[in-house]
């Protein structure tokens, strides 16, 4: 999803269920009498959580390949997965799109409204839990729903940040608060939603509101003391490399929100972070490159300073964010060998980068695109005749969605093969005019989702492309939309999940279907994990229908406007 701030339409919707900050520890019960002791997370652990058993971050590990290398489940006996256990359900109606994060036996996971709970993994015997007090200023500039996509995990603490721009640390045996920062004024423009990540000793975490204006940022924060380390704007200012890429005093307003949690490389020791849209839409009104937005960003983790830029779509006007996960992976191009990063973008093409230098290795359309033209000395070359102005409507594919929005895609290293989530869907679009004010949305441009003529009764799909050509190699279409992560596995399979309710797995190799769960309590919209806990291998996954398709996906969400709201978290296993 993204922070997509346009009105305070959802204000009502936003608002219903609000917690208190609370705090309880269940010290009593059998599960939670069988609970180990916490084991503190060190920096190797999450240098190699890549093998490790848990799910130490966001996307599994600093690769981002929301890749496990377990075998316990496989293609050939998927079909006997059950469920092991699930939540209680989670009477809030928004959209959950949390990627539980799993350290030993505990398990810990975020909820619409900034709620963290944790959980015995084995059990799902509830440990603790912390509900934050989001205040109503917040609400006012929050454009996609009030979720939270989960936390980080070091020392003894686990990390997450908040609606109100907060970061807090808490204790993560008891949820205890450990410290809470704030790092903006709630209200302005500004939110958060992502999951941060722990590099070096530091949390590392972005800012939303790119439809506000809002200045983006990434900042730095000691995991110890909270104490700030280093803070870098997206959007450079007039002094600093790119800032003649804008009109005159445009950066103040220039959106750039790096509102999905970026990857790492330890053995350059390089951050990648991506890069949100430019403000205002109407790219009239700000003529230039609008550096760094639309952008990857690879950074030194300990300093925030910009290494290198690789911008995906420039003087964006069609809201194509470059948030999406830059994945790590080794590939071998037309016979020669690289260290990359690929990303399935919003503006609809697939992106195979140098993430050594930040040069463009390939780029291929994986959906139907009618904004750009093709790739011509590394920029994307926009269709003219797409570009809407303030006297001129247009229609393109794909829509201000994307052709893959945040939900994260797999990648199978030992195969080199990207498993995509993807929308396929157009969009309607006209310039207005507009003018900046603090915490109002600054778009210059409606819009309307469109169905896409050149897929007929097709929303979604999973594909699964080769990242040594970038060439497809199979992919399952869906009269929905694909607005669900991919997880893959080292047992040949890719799991999904699917706005109907059901978690589903795939032969990596053929896409052929194997194993779908039984119908969940609502629609899914997360992202799969997978974990071992003495030996045994689980996969959980989310249920809670949300986020930006019913809000902003107009009559092509009629299909989806009844499904059951609220969250419950499900976890499956192999019969014993």
Request: hydrophobic content about 40%; glycine content about 12%.
């Amino acid at each position: 999803m993204k922070h997509r701030s346009k009105s305070g339409l959802i204000n009502s919707l936003l608002m219903s269920g609000g917690a208190m900050a609370l705090t309880v520890a269940l010290g009593a019960g059998a599960a939670h009498a069988a609970q180990d002791a916490y084991v503190p997370v060190t920096a190797g652990d999450l240098t190699g959580a890549a093998s490790s058993d848990g799910w130490l971050m966001f996307n599994h590990d600093y690769t981002g390949r929301d890749y496990v290398p377990f075998t316990q489940i496989t293609t050939a006996n998927v079909s006997g997965l059950t469920q092991v256990w699930a939540s209680d359900k989670i009477d809030i109606p928004n959209g959950f799109e949390d990627s539980p994060v799993i350290h030993g036996d505990y398990m810990f996971v975020t909820t619409p409204k900034d709620r963290v709970i944790a959980y015995n993994a084995v059990t799902g015997g509830k440990i603790w839990e912390y509900d934050y007090a989001v205040p109503a200023t917040a609400y006012k500039t929050v454009c996609c729903d009030t979720n939270n996509r989960g936390v980080a995990v070091y020392g003894s603490m686990v990390f997450f940040g908040t609606l109100d721009n907060h970061v807090v640390a808490l204790d993560a045996a008891t949820g205890s608060v450990v410290w809470n920062i704030s790092i903006e004024d709630p209200g302005v423009g500004y939110s958060i939603s992502e999951a941060p990540i722990v590099v070096n000793g530091n949390v590392i975490i972005a800012s939303g509101g790119g439809e506000y204006g809002a200045r983006g940022f990434i900042i730095a924060l000691d995991a110890k003391s909270g104490a700030q380390k280093w803070k870098s704007y997206t959007i450079p200012d007039p002094t600093q490399p790119g800032g003649d890429t804008w009109p005159a005093g445009m950066y103040k307003t220039g959106g750039g929100a790096p509102w999905m949690t970026g990857t790492y490389d330890a053995d350059t020791n390089t951050l990648f972070w991506g890069v949100g849209n430019p403000g205002p839409w109407l790219a009239t009104m700000r003529p230039g490159k609008n550096l760094y937005t639309d952008s990857l960003l690879a950074l030194d983790p300990d300093t925030g300073a910009i290494k290198w830029y690789y911008q995906y779509t420039a003087n964006d006007t069609w809201d194509y964010d470059g948030v999406n996960t830059a994945q790590l992976a080794d590939i071998t191009y037309k016979g020669t060998a690289y260290k990359a990063v690929v990303e399935a973008n919003r503006n609809g093409y697939f992106y195979a980068i140098d993430r050594t230098n930040g040069k463009l290795i390939y780029a291929v359309p994986f959906t139907h695109d009618t904004s750009i033209l093709g790739i011509t000395n590394d920029e994307a070359v926009k269709n003219p005749a797409n570009e809407p102005t303030l006297d001129k409507s247009i229609f393109t594919c794909p829509s201000f969605l994307g052709g893959k929005n945040w939900w994260p895609g797999a990648v199978d290293p030992q195969s080199n093969t990207a498993f995509i989530p993807t929308l396929h869907a157009c969009m309607t679009m006209s310039g207005v005019p507009v003018s900046y004010a603090a915490g109002l949305p600054f778009l210059g441009e409606t819009f309307k989702m469109k169905a896409d003529p050149s897929a007929p009764g097709e929303l979604g799909s999973l594909q699964a492309l080769d990242i040594n050509t970038g060439k497809r190699i199979w992919q399952r279409k869906s009269p929905m939309p694909w607005d669900a992560g991919a997880l893959a596995t080292a047992g040949g399979l890719v799991f999904s999940g699917t706005p109907d309710g059901h978690l589903d797995a795939f032969s990596e190799k053929t896409g052929k279907l194997l194993w779908t769960s039984p119908e969940l309590s609502s629609g899914i919209i997360a992202n799969p994990v997978s974990y071992q806990v003495d030996g045994k291998q689980y996969v959980a996954i989310w249920a809670g229908w949300g986020g930006v398709w019913p809000l902003w996906a107009g009559p092509l969400a009629k299909a989806e406007a009844n499904i059951p709201r609220g969250g419950q978290l499900y976890v499956f296993s192999l019969g014993s």
